[in-house]
């Protein structure tokens, strides 16, 4: 059967400006089956009508690389793909992981030809290996955990700040297992709609300069929510943020039992004045200042959260998934050299010295009065007075440093005196 209809309908010369009013015109019916081929990794798939984002391919990357150690680990893989739209995340777990199976789900039963085409692409395909559901992702998640048909990786990559899905995909992930989550509400986390991000992770967010780092943190909170009043614990393993969309990805282990502690997780509070931030525990949560109080102007002090407040990586996952990378030969070689980048500059961010967020060399050559020096340099000037110090992932023109903002300023005008 034809993916495309024709139906002539009469154009107008006040439409087309065309000099037979009565000539016809072939008006294109566009159906879900539509063909728009698209390659990733090697991999050739198809993406129809669906909503589909080329700039995610790193997203992907990581899940993928992150799947396969599981697969390693564990010695199988069952993945549930939530809203797969065309299903290329299903085809790449199926290939790329060896995922001995992909459940993948998409609320909109017209693609279903698009899914199913795309994942009989797999080199090993079997239909044992894979199946297509058309359901709302938070019902499929909860009816795989009301049957106990728990997943080793679930993958949620959802729209806006919607996580009514986080409870139910919380207990439909296997103990031990990796739950992949999304955020591309980059307005909310930036502060603009802080009772938005209370609702929908509990968290009260208000604007600071470091606002994306802060839209990853809330996720992780809003996950850590979710994962306590089930008896359980999280571990993040990396966590993400790319400006196409833009797009907050986090991996995390879910693992049985409370917590030994919660000091991870709290609140943050930015000063205006001199450009401090710090986390606070709950129980200090009354008693959040600033050193610079007496000289603080009034509403110069910005608190967020509950947030995740530890590392937004655990190092050693990281290191894996180079590994990995480097074997699939997915880096090195001239190749692949800005995932290699990404994964160096996270693993440098799991530093237990560095606190929350990141400061741009142009706040802090703004509040030297001087031009801009090279960062390397600051970190270099850091690094020798003995102060952690690295790059952000989440901005390039940014460094992430225990060192306050005060000690950074001065730095900043030794760099840019002659001699």
Request: charged share 25%; glycine share 8%.
């Amino acid at each position: 059967m034809s993916c495309l209809q024709l139906e002539a309908l009469p154009i107008y010369r006040s439409t087309l400006f065309c000099p037979k009013p009565k000539a016809l015109h072939s008006k294109l019916i566009l159906n879900p089956c539509k063909s728009h081929l698209q390659s990733e990794r090697g991999l050739q798939f198809d993406v129809g009508d669906t909503f589909f984002r080329r700039e995610s391919a790193t997203g992907r990357d990581l899940g993928v690389l992150s799947a396969a150690l599981r697969r390693n680990s564990e010695g199988s893989l069952r993945v549930l793909d939530a809203m797969c739209g065309c299903g290329i995340r299903s085809l790449r777990y199926l290939e790329e992981a060896n995922a001995d199976f992909v459940l993948a789900n998409d609320a909109n039963d017209a693609i279903r030809d698009i899914i199913l085409g795309n994942l009989s692409r797999v080199s090993r395909d079997s239909s044992e290996r894979r199946d297509v559901t058309h359901s709302d992702a938070t019902r499929v998640l909860t009816e795989c955990y009301l049957k106990r048909d728990y997943f080793d990786f679930i993958d949620v990559d959802s729209f806006g700040s919607d996580s009514s899905y986080l409870r139910a995909a919380v207990g439909a992930v296997k103990f031990g297992g990796m739950l992949y989550v999304t955020n591309t509400d980059g307005y909310s986390s930036g502060g603009n709609r802080p009772r938005r991000c209370l609702a929908a992770y509990g968290a009260y967010v208000q604007r600071m300069p470091y606002s994306n780092e802060i839209g990853l943190r809330m996720l992780i909170g809003g996950v850590i929510r979710e994962a306590l009043t089930a008896g359980h614990h999280v571990v993040p393993l990396f966590s993400y943020y790319s400006y196409h969309g833009p797009v907050f990805r986090v991996l995390l282990k879910i693992n049985n039992g409370l917590p030994s502690d919660q000091r991870h997780y709290g609140f943050v509070s930015y000063c205006g004045q001199c450009g401090d931030s710090r986390a606070f525990p709950w129980e200090e949560l009354g008693k959040v200042s600033c050193s610079c109080i007496a000289n603080v102007r009034e509403h110069s002090l910005a608190v967020s959260g509950p947030v995740w407040t530890g590392p937004l990586h655990k190092e050693s996952h990281l290191r894996e998934m180079l590994n990995l990378a480097n074997e699939w030969g997915w880096i090195g070689n001239d190749t692949g050299r800005d995932l290699e980048k990404l994964l160096n500059v996270m693993i440098d961010e799991c530093d237990p010295n560095l606190p929350v967020g990141y400061t741009k060399v142009d706040e802090i050559a703004s509040r030297a009065k001087v031009n801009s020096p090279p960062l390397n340099s600051i970190l270099t000037s850091l690094q020798k007075r003995g102060y952690t110090a690295s790059r952000s992932h989440i901005a390039s023109n940014a460094i992430k440093t225990n060192c306050r903002m005060g000690e950074c300023v001065r730095i900043v005008k030794e760099l840019q005196q002659p001699g």
